[in-house]
């Protein structure tokens, strides 16, 4: 049983995999900064000049489906990389793990 433990250990894709997690979890922090400043900006759009800013929907729209992209990695739902390790591409749909809730 600890030889098997240990094999888990030496898998190199564990530790690129943690390495991936930990860069994911630091972007998801600048992200999520982004959206509140977003969100403040379009408060105070809609307080000003009584309509949200329309030149920001799309990029608060981008950086909620990067959030999406960079929660499914970290949740192991996909095995499909976010930006920076991959294209930016978030209106393609992640492949997802099937898993069979049922026991």
Known sequence: MVEHIS?????INIWHRLFLMLVYAMLAGL????IWLLVV????????????NRNVLGFGRSLA???????LFLTFNT?????PF???S???????????LRR
């Not at 379009?42 to 000003?48: T, Y």
């Not at 489906?65 to 960079?70: D, G, L, P, Q």
């Open 31 to 34: 992200v999520r900064m982004l």
């Open 90 to 100: 978030l209106y393609s749909s992640p492949d997802l793990h099937e898993f069979n």
């Open 41 to 52: 900006l379009q408060l105070g759009s809609m307080l000003i000049a009584g309509d949200v």
């Open 86 to 88: 991959a294209k930016w």
């Open 7 to 11: 094999e888990k250990f030496q898998n």
């Open 65 to 71: 489906a990067y959030m999406y992209h960079i929660y």
């Open 79 to 83: 095995d499909d990389k976010a930006f």
